[in-house]
């Protein structure tokens, strides 16, 4: 993917940024996401076109609804911003071949432009729903199977190709098996505290995980989630916002994780080695 590309990866996730904020809005209160136009969530006017231009509406109305002065949420503006720099770093891992490749490409899919179209869409695909599924498990405590079901879905489809593509059973079945393997973890966790260490859909989640990605970056991601979990539940216990029972969204450390497992891939030699093998 060529440099010159990244104003347009830039709008490109923005828009969806944009999309993303009806998605989990309508989620929340059960209203079908791909119909209707986008109404003002105070007076439920129906919004104009350059009322919903990314970022830029929300700065041009002062974070105000032009009928009725209602606050605009200022997540929506985070939630375009946060998807639109996701969506820059895919292009730059893709751009500079750092990211491993997708279970159904080879290691060179920076050397076809096809092939690193189809890599930056299938990671921009899952940073999307990340950012759906961290922001309303973080506003709601639960999150919602119509997020989690698409990820699981694509994570097969993507290892029964690559499968078929190397006509080989061992690669699939290892991603498989690492899989059910943190679905089972944070299950348990789920299971045997009552709910109380973990919700039931962060097993979903790392189900999902484990599907998307190869078997190294996904050990090191879930990894990188339980000891940013752990370090961000104890700073917030110290200072007093939350308590030890208090329930903490854990999705968002998930994603985080293997977020920052892709990118430090390419930084540890030995992982580098394991995420590329074929």
């Known amino acids: 993917m060529a440099v010159a590309l990244f104003p347009a990866v830039l709008l490109f996730g923005l828009v969806i940024g944009s999309f993303l904020t009806v998605v989990i809005a309508r989620i929340g209160i059960k209203e079908t996401i791909f119909w209707g136009r986008s109404r003002c969530v105070q007076c439920r006017r129906q919004l104009l076109w350059f009322e919903l ?155 999902a995980i484990g599907l998307f990605f190869q078997p190294p970056a996904v050990i090191l991601g879930l990894f990188f989630a339980l000891w940013l979990g752990a370090a961000v539940g104890i700073l917030l216990v110290a200072v007093g916002r939350l308590t030890w029972k208090s329930p903490m969204p854990f999705a968002p450390f998930l994603f985080s994780g293997i977020i920052l497992a892709l990118f430090s891939i390419p930084h540890l030699p030995l992982l580098q080695e394991m995420a590329w093998l074929r």
């Open 53 to 207: 231009l990314p970022v830029l509406s929300f700065i041009a109305q002062g974070g105000q609804c032009r009928s009725c002065g209602g606050r605009i949420p200022r997540t929506y503006p985070a939630i375009e911003l946060i998807t639109a720099g996701l969506f820059l770093a895919v292009g730059w891992g893709v751009a500079a071949g750092t990211l491993p490749a997708p279970p159904f490409l080879t290691d060179a899919y920076a050397a076809s432009a096809g092939a690193a179209v189809a890599a930056f869409l299938y990671y921009a695909f899952f940073a999307a729903l990340a950012v759906a599924i961290s922001v309303y498990d973080f506003e709601h405590r639960v999150i919602p199977r119509a997020l989690v079901m698409p990820l699981i879905a694509v994570g097969i489809a993507a290892e029964v190709a690559g499968g078929l593509r190397a006509m080989e059973l061992a690669r699939p079945l290892a991603a498989v098996a690492v899989a059910a393997g943190a679905f089972l973890l944070f299950w348990a966790l789920w299971f045997f505290s009552g709910g109380r260490a973990m919700g039931r859909g962060d097993a979903d989640v790392a189900l």
